[in-house]
């Protein structure tokens, strides 16, 4: 039996140690489709209840294995749906490769049945590669640079194979004109900044007395030299969310997440230093950086065209974040004065206080932060952990401890609604041994969360640990946007778009098989954690908590302050609660150590070391 292209594509991918491709079948890939069946499912088709979750599950996958992740679809409206989550690995500069099918080259140009221009439709999306195969010895070439281009410049590449072509018998490129031979496999140097790019360096930070480190994912990898420079330079560490995993928050001078939904230490750490070191990120919102004369600032990032923004930075070096940083420690001076960094380190360890008060305020009927702070409590050490936009990534930056070897991620710079049960997914077939824990609100639960706890219930006995914990924020409310409505525009909660319809995940995780639980008591958390952090099968934890709970950030400002109190002027229909609610969780902040607050539980014996920012 003759090769066709679609066998050889699949050879291909084996060839590169691809273990599983992501997708949703349909004619336009009929070819790739029916060559699986031929190689027995290798490498595995992975099948998603929609396009987008099948990119989101190989943005997953990627970000949880560092590996590219593969995506597959029909044509027309299939390539379509990939589009958000193919988005969503381009702002977070994740490499996956998606494969899509295209009408017959011979209806092309004739308005045939599902005929889209896919080349213009993944040209931005895609605009680090993408390209058709039109004939046989195109695919290898192809291919390989999809792959390459995908891993070395962290983005999405987008590949289309024509459904007549698929079915070709594949011809590899010969050695003559025109023709593109191509090879496997890569092995990746390290970029070091030069001599007169780190001497320069160090003379600023050296020249610091309060020096400040912001780190974000581009560090991954670099936890013990960035743990070594922070030693040298007597530094505070802030986290942008995606480098929330970089360095454990059980470190002293670690102040956790910055931005909107940062710490309070973070925040106030920027507004005292003198000296910034950003490793590895493009955190984008300037106004919580220091003030753009107060701080000289050095830059490291390996993207040569990520660097220099953000912030006036004096000294920019491209290079890997570990070499550069290993170049830079002998230039380094140890602060001999260490008041900034005790200060910093004093300013942690209360506001860690704070945040196991603040979740334990009483709520009706679950104060959402308790959700995460007895997650965090118990979260195993080898845990990754998925977080979906909205307030589940308010309480997921503040309230989730990490430490040892923890991962987790979220739609960082996107910021869509509903990657987090798909990521889920794809860490777990990245690391099938590991325990994996999706945050998800039930706004996100209804858009497409409940849909994918099929494909949980269809593939979880493959992997060798079965833990998957999806806790849904049960409010009945698409909380963020509401805050956002109350503290951006001063407008009241506006029922008709906020309001969710009522249903119960746990009863629909358990009809499909999987272990549903539904808490209305706050008191009733650490148990449920227990159970469904010990399962042998996916658990669902169906989390009845308060919508009143205010997501500020602990340095809100005046004019959002005044924004959230004119939309209850106006007949918020929560009013009361938010307001009561508002004040009992700000006076936390402001109660004196080891206080308790009316209409607080226990706030003793949290202080555990098992809850992050």
Not at 424 to 444: C, L, N, Q, S, W
């Amino acid at each position: 039996m003759s090769t066709t292209v679609a066998d050889q594509l699949l050879e291909r991918l084996r060839a590169w140690d691809v273990q599983q491709i992501f997708g949703y079948p349909g004619d336009g890939i009929n070819g790739i489709v029916g060559a699986l069946s031929r190689a027995d499912d290798q490498p595995r088709f992975i099948q998603a209840r929609h396009e987008e979750m099948a990119a989101f599950e190989a943005v997953g996958y990627a970000k949880f294995s560092g590996r590219p992740g593969i995506c597959l679809a029909t044509s027309g409206p299939g390539a379509i749906h990939l589009l958000n989550g193919l988005y969503d690995a381009k702002l977070d500069h994740v490499p996956v490769v998606a494969i899509v099918g295209q009408t017959n080259r011979s209806a092309m140009g004739g308005s045939y049945q599902q005929e889209v221009d896919l080349l213009s439709l993944f040209k931005d999306v895609a605009s680090d590669y993408v390209q058709m195969v039109t004939v046989p010895e195109q695919l290898p070439g192809v291919l390989d640079r999809a792959i390459r281009i995908a891993t070395s410049r962290r983005a999405p590449t987008a590949i289309i194979i024509p459904n007549d072509v698929q079915e070709l018998e594949y011809e590899p490129p010969g050695h003559e004109f025109k023709m593109v031979p191509s090879s496997l496999g890569t092995s990746w140097g390290h970029v070091v900044a030069d001599d007169d790019g780190l001497a320069a360096a160090a003379e600023i930070l050296n020249a610091g007395s309060k020096v400040a480190m912001l780190v974000g994912q581009g560090a991954r990898g670099a936890a013990h030299e960035v743990m070594q420079v922070a030693d040298v330079l007597g530094a505070g560490v802030a986290k942008a969310l995606l480098g929330k995993d970089v360095l454990s928050d059980e470190l002293a001078y670690v102040t956790g997440s910055i931005g909107l939904l940062g710490t309070r230490p973070s925040y106030e750490m920027m507004q005292g230093c003198d000296t910034l070191l950003t490793v590895g990120s493009s955190f984008p919102y300037t106004q919580f950086l220091p003030d753009l004369d107060q701080a000289r600032g050095v830059q490291i990032d390996l993207d040569g065209g990520m660097i220099g923004m953000r912030y006036p930075y004096e000294c920019n070096l491209v290079g890997d974040a570990g070499r550069t940083l290993q170049a830079l420690l002998p230039l380094l001076e140890r602060k001999a004065d260490r008041g900034w960094l005790e200060t910093i380190q004093h300013n942690v360890s209360r506001w860690w206080e704070v945040m196991d008060a603040e979740a334990h305020v009483a709520a009706k009927p679950v104060n959402p932060m308790r959700i995460f702070s007895e997650f965090s409590s118990q979260a195993p050490e080898d845990c990754m952990v998925a977080a979906d936009s909205g307030s589940a990534a308010n309480w997921y930056a503040r309230q989730v401890r990490f430490r040892g070897g923890m991962r987790g991620s979220l739609s960082g710079n996107l910021a869509t609604m509903g990657p987090a049960v798909p990521y889920a997914i794809g860490a777990k077939f990245a690391h099938p041994e590991r325990p994996a824990v999706a945050f998800e609100g039930d706004g996100a639960m209804q858009m497409n969360g409940l849909a994918e706890l099929l494909t949980i219930a269809r593939y979880y006995r493959s992997w060798s640990d079965p833990r998957l914990v999806v806790a849904v924020l049960h409010n009945n409310d698409l909380n963020q946007v509401t805050w956002e409505l109350r503290a951006m525009g001063g407008t009241p909660a506006f029922i008709e778009s906020q309001a969710l319809p009522e249903t119960s995940y746990a009863e629909f995780a358990a009809s499909i098989g999987l272990d549903g639980l539904t808490i209305t008591d706050p008191d009733d958390l650490q148990g449920a954690w227990r159970h469904a952090l010990s399962a042998d099968k996916p658990v669902l934890l169906d989390v009845h908590c308060d919508p009143d709970v205010p997501p500020i950030p602990p340095h809100a400002t005046l004019e959002q302050m005044t924004n959230m109190a004119r939309a209850l002027i106006k007949g918020d229909t929560s009013r009361w609660g938010v307001v009561k609610e508002g004040f009992r969780t700000k006076a936390q902040e402001l109660l004196p150590l080891g206080s308790d607050s009316e209409g607080s539980s226990d706030t003793s014996g949290r202080a555990d070391g098992h809850d992050r920012d």
